[in-house]
């Protein structure tokens, strides 16, 4: 049964830039109210200050922590604000959009003398994929994962290619699937969904700082049938779509958001 998202919550990590940008804006138009938590400098703060103001001119409620998502005491504070920010209701969408990890080859390079080291892997393992568990262990725990919930995680093809100097954050996408399919099992008692959602090529900031990003993206545009690239809105429309029903029957899923692009590259 299709049910409105206006009023509820969503829980979004990596809400200030990206597709947790789009997906906060996409949620907040039809009425949900966005905690949303990111981890930047000043640029990205006074990023975050106004896609907040933006949201409350929508008429919902916007609060935002600039904190280390992987971290445990992140956790530790903030579960306890989340419960009390919504009045013990809990998150009806929980979105991990965090993209922060270790571009770097695993063997020696000219630019990289030492190739990945052992710190680099398990940081972006953690914060791109592990933290995912711990949070959903945290919410759970407190009650503030409700029946009818969803739970996104933002997966790439990238998963399952090699991409130069990607091998790292390969790694971490290719355990948070993994995760979400972990999760969806366990979580299924409790009527909640999981679900990774594989985005099409997007130029977002992300996306940028992979080498060769710039011919990557041109390859896939003139592949896509479409003949663009995948934008935030169509991944943000694709997340409020499938959150607004309260069935957990699509669960386990990595699906495809991509306009054909996987099936023709």
């Keep these: 049964m299709l049910v409105t998202l206006k009023g509820s919550w969503a829980l979004i990590f990596g809400v200030s830039s990206g ?44 609060h935002f922590f600039n904190r280390n998502v992987a971290a445990r005491e992140t956790r530790a504070e903030l579960v306890p604000a989340i419960k009390e920010l ?3 209701v809990g998150t009806r969408v929980v979105l991990h959009s965090v993209a922060f990890g270790s571009l770097v080859p695993f063997l020696p390079t000219e630019d990289a003398p030492k190739g990945v080291t052992a710190k680099q892997m398990a940081m972006t393992l953690d914060v ?14 407190e009650g ?25 954050v ?7 699937e ?9 979580l299924a008692p409790h009527g909640v ?29 003139a592949l896509n049938p479409h003949d663009r690239l995948t934008t935030t809105e169509d991944v943000a429309e694709a997340i409020v779509l499938l959150s607004s029903t309260d069935s957990s029957w699509i669960t386990g899923n990595v699906i495809g958001v991509d306009g054909g692009e996987a099936i023709v590259a």
Excluded at 144 to 155: I, N
Excluded at 170 to 176: G, I
Excluded at 193 to 221: D, F, H, Q, W, Y
Aim: glycine residues 10%; hydrophobic residues 45%; neutral net charge.
């Design 193 to 221: 969904a999981v679900n990774a959602i594989r985005a099409g090529t997007t130029l977002t900031p992300a996306l940028r700082k992979i080498p060769g990003s710039a011919e990557v993206a041109e390859r896939a545009r």
């Design 86 to 88: 919504t009045g013990g």
């Design 144 to 168: 503030l994962l409700p029946r009818g919930g969803k739970v996104w995680s933002l997966t790439s093809s990238g998963g399952t290619r090699v991409l130069s100097s990607y091998g790292a």
């Design 19 to 62: 597709m947790g940008r789009a997906a906060a804006r996409a949620l907040a138009a039809e009425g949900c109210h966005v905690i949303g938590v990111h981890f930047d400098m000043a640029d990205g703060q006074e990023a975050a200050d106004e896609l907040a103001a933006e949201l409350r001119e929508l008429g919902v409620e916007a």
């Design 128 to 141: 791109m994929a592990h933290s995912l568990v711990y949070w959903t262990q945290d919410l759970l725990a």
């Design 178 to 186: 993994a995760h979400s399919r972990q999760l969806a099992v366990e």
């Design 170 to 176: 390969s790694a971490a996408k290719a355990a948070l």
